[in-house]
């Protein structure tokens, strides 16, 4: 393959690492940007943390899988649990999925343990030309190809070719933004605090992943890493309250001591708010222009759906421009990308993720109870549970986009 047929991929974060891998083992130049450096690559807020079966299928197609799955938690099943009558409703066990997947599993492996493995794996591949410490700021394309323009490590101003780019820059694209790609849906008001603690919720029956509906205080409570076990646990809070009060040691205390009494202080180890966003790009592509991952859609982390379906996003991409580079198909194939992702992302992603915080945050009885019954007559019924599964582990999702012509 030609030099000059290069991609650029703008953004190291789980979805251009996955892109710009799967495009060099296939044999495709790429070059890599990315605004942060080796001295701060790590400092990134924590993020995603759960991967879904379909995703570590991907990561083991390009070796990522066996770098992180040491470095994970695997866990099989999810609860959902009533906290206003402290009672487990539903266990679901990925075993169900043990002929769709060779992993009946979700692997609790933090989006920044990915990324520096990934990181590590692009440096050492000779056909990815890693550019960190180097800011994307602007870029031009006509018939040919792409020009983009970079602020490299020594602050000067760098214009690099290549035959397409991919915004893989997270939610605040700048390709998206030049396009004038509207990234449309809605900001929830409220935003969500996040806990960090050391403790062991095993010992009160929970399992690793749980997600909690209270018509109060809806929560998630996630193993997170460990040993030393590290959990989260997700809280709303209400747009007026104040940030710093919202996170005073005293008030993450209480936060926890409310959600599950103990004696003793938890250990908390850190927290932080952020805002929630339900949004999808317009459109995925423009010309030789192309998003994947929280540039094209946004959603909330209930399901755990942003960087999984992101990684989705970056893998049926490479198949496509391996093809279009190698001149086996024409680009319009890259129409058929949007198709797929963009169906995937409104019909399955949004619309679950939605769906999901509604449940939780249910305040009516009736409708609550009406929930509850379903979600335990799904999990206790063998068939339906596999299909629910196959919903949340996002199988049919990429079942549904292969159908999309
Ligand atoms: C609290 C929380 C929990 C979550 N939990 C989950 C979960 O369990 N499972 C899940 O699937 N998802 C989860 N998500 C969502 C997930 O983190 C994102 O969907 C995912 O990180 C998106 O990946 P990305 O590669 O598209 O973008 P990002 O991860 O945002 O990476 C973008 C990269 O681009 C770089 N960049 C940006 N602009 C430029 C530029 N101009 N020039 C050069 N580089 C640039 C950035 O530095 C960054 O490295 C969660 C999110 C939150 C907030």
Known sequence: MNKSDRVIVVGAGPVGLCLSLALAQEGVAVTLVESLGDDNFLEQVPRAGTNHPA???????IGLYEKIEPR??????FHYWDRHENALIAAFDHIHLK???RFPYVLQCERIKIVEEALKMAKAHPLIDLRLRTTFTAFEQDADGVTAHLTNPAGEDEVIKGRYIVSGEGARSIIRKDLGIDFEGFTYPDRTLNIEVAYDFRKHGYAERNYISDPDEWSNLFHWKGPPDRWRVHFPTASEEDPEALQRPEALQARLQGFLPKAGDYEIVGSNLYTVHQRVATRFRSGRAILAGDS????SPIGAMGMNSGVHDAFNLADKLVKILRKEVGDE???????QR???AVQHT???TIRNKRVLAEKDPAVRKKNHDQLRRISEDPKLARAFLLRTSLFESL???EQIA
């Open 55 to 61: 995703t570590l299928e991907m990561f083991d197609r």
């Open 333 to 339: 194939v890259l129409d058929r990308y949007e198709r």
């Open 342 to 344: 963009r169906h995937v």
């Open 296 to 299: 094209a859609h946004v959603n």
């Open 72 to 77: 994970g938690i695997i866990a099989p099943v």
């Open 99 to 101: 002929d769709d997947t």
């Open 350 to 352: 949004q619309a679950e």
């Open 399 to 401: 079942r549904e986009a």
